[in-house]
Protein backbone atom coordinates (compact mmCIF):
# COMPACT_ATOMS: atom_id res chain seq x y z
CA UNK A 1 0.00 0.00 0.00
CA UNK A 2 2.98 2.40 1.18
CA UNK A 3 4.88 1.46 -2.09
CA UNK A 4 2.30 2.26 -4.13
CA UNK A 5 1.50 5.28 -2.73
CA UNK A 6 4.97 6.60 -3.89
CA UNK A 7 4.86 6.60 -7.56
CA UNK A 8 1.24 8.22 -7.15
CA UNK A 9 2.34 10.79 -5.65
CA UNK A 10 5.21 11.22 -7.48
CA UNK A 11 2.64 11.43 -10.44
CA UNK A 12 0.51 13.88 -8.65
CA UNK A 13 3.06 16.09 -7.69
CA UNK A 14 4.25 16.31 -11.55
CA UNK A 15 0.62 16.59 -12.41
CA UNK A 16 0.21 19.56 -10.27
CA UNK A 17 3.24 21.00 -11.15
CA UNK A 18 2.55 20.93 -15.08
CA UNK A 19 -1.28 22.17 -14.31
CA UNK A 20 0.35 25.11 -12.52
CA UNK A 21 3.23 26.47 -14.83
CA UNK A 22 1.00 25.35 -18.54
CA UNK A 23 -2.07 27.37 -16.99
CA UNK A 24 0.33 30.72 -16.69
CA UNK A 25 1.59 29.90 -19.73
CA UNK A 26 -2.18 30.16 -21.02
CA UNK A 27 -2.38 33.07 -19.22
CA UNK A 28 0.39 34.76 -20.60
CA UNK A 29 1.70 35.25 -16.94
CA UNK A 30 4.79 33.14 -17.47
CA UNK A 31 6.87 32.70 -20.98
CA UNK A 32 9.39 30.20 -20.17
CA UNK A 33 11.44 31.59 -23.20
CA UNK A 34 11.59 35.18 -22.09
CA UNK A 35 15.17 36.66 -21.28
CA UNK A 36 15.17 38.95 -18.47
CA UNK A 37 16.63 42.50 -19.80
CA UNK A 38 19.81 43.60 -18.43
CA UNK A 39 18.66 47.26 -18.36
CA UNK A 40 16.40 47.85 -15.56
CA UNK A 41 17.59 50.60 -13.75
CA UNK A 42 20.64 51.05 -15.84
CA UNK A 43 20.77 54.17 -18.54
CA UNK A 44 19.31 53.07 -22.24
CA UNK A 45 21.98 52.87 -24.60
CA UNK A 46 22.14 55.44 -26.85
CA UNK A 47 21.24 54.75 -30.48
CA UNK A 48 21.03 56.75 -33.95
CA UNK A 49 18.99 55.50 -36.70
CA UNK A 50 18.17 56.89 -40.19
CA UNK A 51 14.42 58.62 -39.83
CA UNK A 52 11.82 55.55 -41.57
CA UNK A 53 9.91 58.23 -42.87
CA UNK A 54 12.18 60.60 -43.83
CA UNK A 55 16.11 58.76 -44.12
CA UNK A 56 17.87 62.48 -44.26
CA UNK A 57 17.17 62.45 -40.58
CA UNK A 58 18.09 60.69 -37.66
CA UNK A 59 16.44 59.42 -34.56
CA UNK A 60 18.20 59.08 -31.18
CA UNK A 61 17.54 58.98 -27.95
CA UNK A 62 19.13 62.21 -27.09
CA UNK A 63 16.03 64.15 -27.82
CA UNK A 64 13.97 62.42 -25.24
CA UNK A 65 15.64 63.62 -22.26
CA UNK A 66 12.67 65.34 -19.93
CA UNK A 67 10.35 63.12 -20.42
CA UNK A 68 9.60 59.65 -19.87
CA UNK A 69 8.84 57.60 -22.78
CA UNK A 70 8.36 54.71 -24.61
CA UNK A 71 10.16 52.63 -27.15
CA UNK A 72 8.82 50.13 -29.38
CA UNK A 73 10.74 47.72 -31.45
CA UNK A 74 8.52 46.25 -33.96
CA UNK A 75 8.51 44.76 -37.54
CA UNK A 76 5.31 44.16 -40.38
CA UNK A 77 6.60 40.96 -40.63
CA UNK A 78 5.20 40.32 -36.37
CA UNK A 79 2.18 39.27 -36.03
CA UNK A 80 1.95 40.69 -32.07
CA UNK A 81 2.72 43.97 -33.74
CA UNK A 82 -0.26 44.40 -35.95
CA UNK A 83 -2.35 42.73 -33.26
CA UNK A 84 -1.03 46.05 -30.39
CA UNK A 85 -0.88 48.51 -33.28
CA UNK A 86 -4.35 49.96 -32.41
CA UNK A 87 -3.74 49.79 -28.87
CA UNK A 88 -0.12 51.83 -29.09
CA UNK A 89 -2.77 54.19 -31.49
CA UNK A 90 -4.62 54.59 -28.41
CA UNK A 91 -2.23 55.39 -25.94
CA UNK A 92 -0.50 58.04 -28.45
CA UNK A 93 -3.53 60.20 -29.46
CA UNK A 94 -5.88 59.80 -26.42
CA UNK A 95 -3.33 59.31 -23.29
CA UNK A 96 -0.60 61.72 -25.23
CA UNK A 97 2.17 59.15 -24.54
CA UNK A 98 5.58 59.54 -26.60
CA UNK A 99 6.80 56.50 -28.62
CA UNK A 100 9.66 55.91 -30.73
CA UNK A 101 9.37 53.18 -33.13
CA UNK A 102 12.54 50.96 -33.95
CA UNK A 103 11.49 49.67 -36.88
CA UNK A 104 13.46 46.02 -37.22
CA UNK A 105 14.40 43.91 -39.78
CA UNK A 106 11.85 45.28 -42.29
CA UNK A 107 11.09 46.61 -45.21
CA UNK A 108 10.85 50.11 -45.55
CA UNK A 109 8.41 50.15 -48.31
CA UNK A 110 6.13 47.57 -46.06
CA UNK A 111 6.48 49.15 -42.95
CA UNK A 112 5.09 52.57 -44.36
CA UNK A 113 2.44 51.22 -46.22
CA UNK A 114 1.22 49.56 -42.40
CA UNK A 115 1.36 52.70 -41.05
CA UNK A 116 -0.66 54.61 -43.78
CA UNK A 117 -3.44 51.80 -43.34
CA UNK A 118 -3.78 51.44 -39.44
CA UNK A 119 -1.91 54.94 -38.52
CA UNK A 120 1.03 56.18 -36.78
CA UNK A 121 1.65 55.87 -33.11
CA UNK A 122 5.18 57.21 -33.37
CA UNK A 123 6.67 60.17 -32.76
CA UNK A 124 9.35 59.10 -34.88
CA UNK A 125 10.69 55.52 -36.03
CA UNK A 126 14.35 54.37 -36.06
CA UNK A 127 15.13 51.95 -38.93
CA UNK A 128 17.38 49.75 -37.79
CA UNK A 129 17.58 46.55 -41.05
CA UNK A 130 20.77 45.26 -39.73
CA UNK A 131 19.50 44.89 -35.80
CA UNK A 132 22.17 47.27 -35.10
CA UNK A 133 20.18 48.92 -32.40
CA UNK A 134 18.24 46.17 -31.54
CA UNK A 135 21.12 44.00 -30.39
CA UNK A 136 22.06 47.01 -28.32
CA UNK A 137 18.94 46.81 -26.56
CA UNK A 138 19.26 43.02 -25.85
CA UNK A 139 15.95 42.63 -27.95
CA UNK A 140 15.47 39.29 -28.86
CA UNK A 141 11.67 39.33 -30.38
CA UNK A 142 8.82 41.71 -31.57
CA UNK A 143 7.19 43.64 -30.63
CA UNK A 144 9.11 44.58 -27.13
CA UNK A 145 8.79 47.98 -25.47
CA UNK A 146 10.77 50.16 -23.17
CA UNK A 147 10.07 52.38 -20.53
CA UNK A 148 12.57 55.16 -20.42
CA UNK A 149 11.94 57.91 -17.67
CA UNK A 150 12.92 61.77 -17.79
CA UNK A 151 16.46 61.12 -16.28
CA UNK A 152 17.42 58.47 -19.10
CA UNK A 153 17.10 55.59 -17.12
CA UNK A 154 15.03 52.55 -18.20
CA UNK A 155 12.43 51.19 -15.90
CA UNK A 156 10.32 48.64 -17.72
CA UNK A 157 10.47 46.22 -20.46
CA UNK A 158 7.28 43.58 -21.64
CA UNK A 159 8.13 41.32 -24.03
CA UNK A 160 5.22 40.90 -26.37
CA UNK A 161 2.20 42.49 -27.20
CA UNK A 162 1.12 45.75 -25.28
CA UNK A 163 -2.16 45.28 -24.15
CA UNK A 164 -4.36 47.55 -21.51
CA UNK A 165 -3.41 45.63 -18.74
CA UNK A 166 0.04 45.19 -18.56
CA UNK A 167 0.02 49.10 -19.47
CA UNK A 168 -2.10 49.26 -15.97
CA UNK A 169 0.44 46.68 -14.50
CA UNK A 170 3.71 47.67 -15.27
CA UNK A 171 3.84 51.02 -17.40
CA UNK A 172 0.90 53.89 -16.49
CA UNK A 173 2.19 55.02 -13.11
CA UNK A 174 5.05 56.70 -14.45
CA UNK A 175 3.31 58.66 -16.65
CA UNK A 176 0.60 60.07 -13.71
CA UNK A 177 3.77 60.48 -11.30
CA UNK A 178 5.18 62.31 -13.78
CA UNK A 179 2.46 64.99 -14.49
CA UNK A 180 2.35 63.76 -18.20
CA UNK A 181 -1.33 63.94 -19.28
CA UNK A 182 -2.87 59.97 -18.77
CA UNK B 1 20.39 4.18 -64.49
CA UNK B 2 22.77 2.96 -61.39
CA UNK B 3 25.10 5.54 -62.81
CA UNK B 4 22.46 8.20 -62.54
CA UNK B 5 22.01 7.41 -59.04
CA UNK B 6 25.32 7.34 -58.05
CA UNK B 7 25.23 11.08 -59.37
CA UNK B 8 22.81 11.62 -57.36
CA UNK B 9 24.18 10.27 -54.33
CA UNK B 10 27.45 12.13 -54.58
CA UNK B 11 25.81 15.25 -54.85
CA UNK B 12 24.10 14.61 -52.21
CA UNK B 13 26.90 13.77 -50.43
CA UNK B 14 29.20 16.38 -50.98
CA UNK B 15 26.08 19.43 -50.55
CA UNK B 16 26.05 18.82 -47.02
CA UNK B 17 29.40 20.74 -46.17
CA UNK B 18 28.48 23.05 -48.76
CA UNK B 19 25.55 24.04 -47.51
CA UNK B 20 27.17 24.14 -43.26
CA UNK B 21 29.08 27.35 -44.21
CA UNK B 22 26.56 29.34 -46.10
CA UNK B 23 29.02 32.88 -45.18
CA UNK B 24 31.76 33.47 -45.84
CA UNK B 25 34.33 35.40 -43.84
CA UNK B 26 37.49 36.94 -44.87
CA UNK B 27 40.14 36.95 -41.49
CA UNK B 28 43.25 38.87 -41.05
CA UNK B 29 44.98 35.80 -39.54
CA UNK B 30 44.33 32.38 -38.72
CA UNK B 31 43.94 33.40 -35.13
CA UNK B 32 41.19 35.87 -35.41
CA UNK B 33 38.98 32.87 -37.76
CA UNK B 34 40.03 31.04 -34.25
CA UNK B 35 38.50 33.42 -32.03
CA UNK B 36 35.45 33.92 -34.18
CA UNK B 37 34.62 29.92 -34.03
CA UNK B 38 35.02 29.46 -30.57
CA UNK B 39 32.84 32.45 -29.56
CA UNK B 40 30.12 31.50 -32.15
CA UNK B 41 29.97 28.26 -30.57
CA UNK B 42 29.95 29.13 -26.97
CA UNK B 43 27.06 32.04 -27.60
CA UNK B 44 23.45 31.35 -27.49
CA UNK B 45 21.40 32.00 -29.82
CA UNK B 46 18.46 33.94 -28.33
CA UNK B 47 15.58 33.03 -30.50
CA UNK B 48 15.68 29.42 -31.26
CA UNK B 49 17.18 29.25 -27.76
CA UNK B 50 18.85 25.73 -27.60
CA UNK B 51 21.25 26.49 -30.18
CA UNK B 52 23.90 28.02 -30.41
CA UNK B 53 24.74 31.59 -32.98
CA UNK B 54 27.28 28.77 -35.25
CA UNK B 55 24.19 26.36 -35.50
CA UNK B 56 21.16 28.76 -35.76
CA UNK B 57 19.50 30.62 -39.19
CA UNK B 58 17.21 33.03 -37.37
CA UNK B 59 17.75 36.69 -38.58
CA UNK B 60 18.89 37.45 -35.14
CA UNK B 61 21.86 35.17 -35.02
CA UNK B 62 23.09 36.22 -38.61
CA UNK B 63 23.29 39.82 -37.03
CA UNK B 64 24.62 38.77 -34.06
CA UNK B 65 27.46 36.98 -35.93
CA UNK B 66 27.79 39.42 -38.28
CA UNK B 67 28.22 41.64 -34.88
CA UNK B 68 30.52 39.03 -33.34
CA UNK B 69 32.73 39.18 -36.87
CA UNK B 70 33.35 43.05 -36.86
CA UNK B 71 34.69 42.76 -33.04
CA UNK B 72 37.10 40.28 -33.94
CA UNK B 73 38.26 42.12 -36.51
CA UNK B 74 38.49 45.11 -34.35
CA UNK B 75 40.85 42.89 -32.64
CA UNK B 76 38.71 42.69 -29.24
CA UNK B 77 39.73 39.83 -27.01
CA UNK B 78 37.12 36.67 -26.31
CA UNK B 79 36.60 38.04 -23.41
CA UNK B 80 35.59 41.76 -24.58
CA UNK B 81 33.16 40.25 -27.16
CA UNK B 82 31.21 38.10 -24.55
CA UNK B 83 31.01 40.86 -22.13
CA UNK B 84 29.49 42.71 -25.07
CA UNK B 85 26.98 40.22 -25.45
CA UNK B 86 26.42 39.71 -21.43
CA UNK B 87 25.62 43.32 -20.92
CA UNK B 88 23.22 43.12 -23.25
CA UNK B 89 21.73 40.04 -22.96
CA UNK B 90 22.59 38.14 -19.85
CA UNK B 91 24.45 35.30 -18.77
CA UNK B 92 21.47 33.84 -20.06
CA UNK B 93 23.92 34.16 -23.43
CA UNK B 94 26.71 32.38 -22.92
CA UNK B 95 26.16 28.27 -22.89
CA UNK B 96 28.79 28.56 -19.97
CA UNK B 97 27.43 30.89 -17.78
CA UNK B 98 30.12 31.76 -14.69
CA UNK B 99 29.15 30.78 -11.53
CA UNK B 100 27.63 33.27 -9.45
CA UNK B 101 24.64 33.48 -7.27
CA UNK B 102 22.30 32.71 -9.96
CA UNK B 103 23.54 30.06 -11.30
CA UNK B 104 24.99 27.95 -8.45
CA UNK B 105 22.19 25.75 -8.67
CA UNK B 106 22.53 25.14 -12.42
CA UNK B 107 26.31 24.09 -11.83
CA UNK B 108 25.78 22.41 -8.87
CA UNK B 109 22.73 20.63 -9.48
CA UNK B 110 23.76 17.32 -11.33
CA UNK B 111 25.88 16.75 -8.47
CA UNK B 112 23.48 17.13 -5.86
CA UNK B 113 20.91 14.76 -7.70
CA UNK B 114 23.96 12.12 -7.94
CA UNK B 115 24.81 12.79 -4.13
CA UNK B 116 21.00 12.17 -3.70
CA UNK B 117 20.92 9.06 -5.64
CA UNK B 118 24.27 7.67 -3.98
CA UNK B 119 22.89 8.04 -0.41
CA UNK B 120 19.31 6.37 -1.12
CA UNK B 121 21.56 3.73 -2.81
CA UNK B 122 23.54 3.25 -0.12
CA UNK B 123 20.47 3.03 2.07
CA UNK B 124 18.82 0.36 0.60
CA UNK B 125 21.99 -1.75 0.49
CA UNK B 126 22.60 -1.43 4.42
CA UNK B 127 18.65 -2.23 4.50
CA UNK B 128 18.93 -5.54 2.63
CA UNK B 129 22.23 -6.53 4.09
CA UNK B 130 20.21 -5.87 7.86
CA UNK B 131 17.70 -8.62 6.67
CA UNK B 132 18.55 -11.51 8.62
CA UNK B 133 18.43 -14.81 6.88
CA UNK B 134 16.45 -16.75 9.66
CA UNK B 135 14.05 -14.05 9.53
CA UNK B 136 12.23 -16.28 7.41
CA UNK B 137 10.02 -18.79 9.45
CA UNK B 138 9.80 -22.27 9.29
CA UNK B 139 6.39 -22.72 7.36
CA UNK B 140 7.15 -20.41 4.60
CA UNK B 141 10.51 -22.67 4.14
CA UNK B 142 8.06 -25.52 4.26
CA UNK B 143 5.40 -23.96 1.75
CA UNK B 144 8.58 -22.88 -0.21
CA UNK B 145 9.91 -26.37 -0.76
CA UNK B 146 6.44 -27.93 -1.85
CA UNK B 147 6.46 -25.25 -4.08
CA UNK B 148 9.55 -26.43 -5.53
CA UNK B 149 8.57 -30.35 -5.46
CA UNK B 150 5.65 -29.42 -7.41
CA UNK B 151 7.68 -27.67 -10.12
CA UNK B 152 10.26 -30.34 -10.85
CA UNK B 153 7.49 -33.10 -10.47
CA UNK B 154 5.37 -31.72 -13.39
CA UNK B 155 8.65 -31.05 -15.43
CA UNK B 156 9.30 -35.21 -14.69
CA UNK B 157 6.02 -35.86 -15.63
Redo the contacts between chains.
Sequence with gaps: MTRAAVPLAVFLAMAGLFWFVLGKMNEGEYNPRDVPTQFIGREAPAFSLPNLLDPAKTVSTEAMRGRPWLLNVWGTWCPECWKEHDYLLHLARREGVPIIGINWRDDADEAKAMLNRLGNPFEQIGFDPNSDAVIDWGVYGAPETFLIDATGIVRQKHAGAMTPAVWREKFRSYFTDNGASS | MKRALILILAATLTAGPAMARVEVKQFDNPEQEERYDKLIAELRC??C?NQNLADSNA??AV??R??TYEMVKQNKSEKEIANFM?????D?VLYRPPLNSNTLLLWTGPFLILLIGLALLARSVRKRRATPIDAIDDTELKTAASLLDSESDKRDA
Aim: charged share 40%; aromatic share 14%; proline share 0%.
Design positions: LVQELDMRKVERYGF
